[in-house]
């Protein structure tokens, strides 16, 4: 393929998991186009594939090994060059990089810029009728990627990192082991991508971290950071994710409720709604902690929506330990919940500690009825809001139908209107006028 004039090896990348791989991602790309390397959607022409991973849960890693199984035949037939990057790269390095398996490359998240040259090496030793591994797993201290501006595709939303790795070691969770030790990149830095960011046209930026809370760089602080994000001229909405609820300043509590760019959302995962269990998985924090944190945001704004994640099936978790979850859950009222299995992830302290005990059916089960008592809030939730007037961000066609646009209100629900009629466009703040509603969409029309 020629791209420009000049022959480029052509990669084709596939990302798995959360939006911080979505944007490492984007650093990749911009890495590679720095180096003489072009992207392609069909991965029948690539040179390269790359597949950019997630350790987190079962189902993305199983997804990732029948990606590679599918490779192999491909391999058989011509030169083609795999690379694994991110969590999974850095967890399993040994079970991935064994001789009999397709892979070639493998980077972790932390080594990306040693990606172009591996990729380099291996494309050269295929041509040469050879096989070469290449292998880049270190951990660092301090790498941010500070000076690369991450290559994005054009849309109303983008991210950024302002923040990599993690200490706080919840005892379920793979990722202080894969991403590193917490570091908070450069506020100058993180304003700049941001100005960049408005003047090509997004209007939405998500600031993205594994515990948001715990910014800190030169007496900055997350609070501050992410007001002055808001600031930026051009940038219309700001959201964050995650913010752990050990730590919540209220200066961030303050910002959150009053800032008018700051969605009145917040993530506030809560894992277990039970004390024991809260402190096997190192949560550090108490349901009645929790709680008050609650009733503080609520407080502060009543608007501020509120979502979480729960693990079902935690190592020894009883019924009645469930049930506690699952009444913290209904009592807290939450606009979405993401329930999820217990996993057992290779490395991480439960996995060691403690044996992965409760039946699948079980902890599917506990998911199960979490979501059933979840859909009638979500649904009163939505209703309560019929014959008001929200604001939400133009963002493209609704999924259903080009004759409808389709946006998210600040407190991240999903709203469809017709376009006849309507004066704002992509891009734009809407009102728009809720008519009915259902579990998770708004309708109505512009005011
Ligand atoms: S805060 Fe806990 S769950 Fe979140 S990334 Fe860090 S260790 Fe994992």
Redesign the pocket.
């Known amino acids: 393929m020629t791209t420009g004039g000049t022959a480029a090896y052509q990669v084709h990348i596939e990302t798995f998991g959360c939006q911080m791989n979505e944007y490492d991602t984007e650093l990749v790309r911009s890495l590679l186009i720095a180096r003489g390397f072009a992207f392609t959607d069909d991965r029948e022409r690539a040179d390269v594939v790359l597949m950019n991973t997630c350790a987190?849960r079962e189902n993305a890693h199983n997804r990732v090994y029948g990606h590679l199984a599918a490779l192999r035949p491909i391999k058989k037939q011509r030169n083609l060059v795999v690379g694994v990057l991110g969590c999974m790269a850095q967890n399993l390095k040994q079970e991935l990089m064994d001789q009999a398996s397709v892979v070639d490359v493998l980077v972790g998240p932390d080594a990306y810029r040693k990606l172009p040259d591996l990729l380099t090496q291996a494309i050269q030793a295929q041509e040469r009728g050879l096989t070469e591994k290449g292998l880049a797993v270190d951990l660092s201290e301090y790498e941010t990627y500070e000076d690369i501006l991450p290559q994005r595709a054009e849309g109303l939303n983008a991210w950024i990192a302002i923040m990599r790795g993690?200490?706080?070691?919840?005892t379920?969770?793979?990722?202080?082991y894969t991403?590193g030790r917490e570091r908070s990149r450069d506020p100058e830095g993180i304003l700049r991508e941001a100005e960049h960011l408005a003047a090509h046209g997004h209007k939405q930026v998500t600031l993205l971290g594994?515990?948001v809370n715990s910014y800190r760089h030169d007496g900055w602080d997350f609070a501050r950071l992410i007001t002055a994000v808001a600031d930026v001229p051009g940038i219309a909405r700001v959201r964050f994710t995650?913010p752990?609820p050990k730590d919540f300043p209220p200066a961030l509590l303050d910002a959150v409720a009053d800032h008018p760019k700051i969605c009145k959302h917040i993530h506030l995962?809560l894992?277990s709604g039970n004390d024991r269990i809260l402190n096997l998985m190192?949560?550090t924090y108490s349901r009645k902690e929790y709680l008050a944190l609650v009733e503080e945001i609520r407080r502060r704004n009543e608007r501020i929506a509120l979502t979480t994640d729960i693990i079902c099936g935690f190592p020894s978790e009883a019924e009645e330990e469930f049930l506690d979850t699952y009444r913290t859950v209904r009592e807290v009222g939450y606009h979405q919940v993401f329930g999820f299995v217990y996993s057992e992830r290779k490395n991480t302290i439960a996995g060691r500690k403690y044996p992965d005990d409760v039946p699948d059916a079980v902890k599917s089960d506990r998911v199960t009825r979490l979501v059933d008592m979840q859909k009638p809030i979500a649904l009163q939730k939505n209703r309560d809001l019929v014959g008001s007037a929200v604001e939400v961000l133009v963002e493209g066609d609704a999924k259903k139908s080009s004759t409808q646009w389709m946006g998210h209100t600040g407190q991240n629900v999903t709203v469809v209107w017709d376009k006849h009629g309507a004066k704002a466009g992509l891009g734009d703040l809407a009102q728009i006028r809720i008519t009915h509603a259902s579990v998770t969409t708004l309708y109505g029309y512009e005011i």
Request: a positive charge.
């Open positions: 987190i993690c200490d706080n070691f919840c379920f969770c793979v990722v202080p991403r594994q515990n995650s752990h995962p894992q190192g949560r």
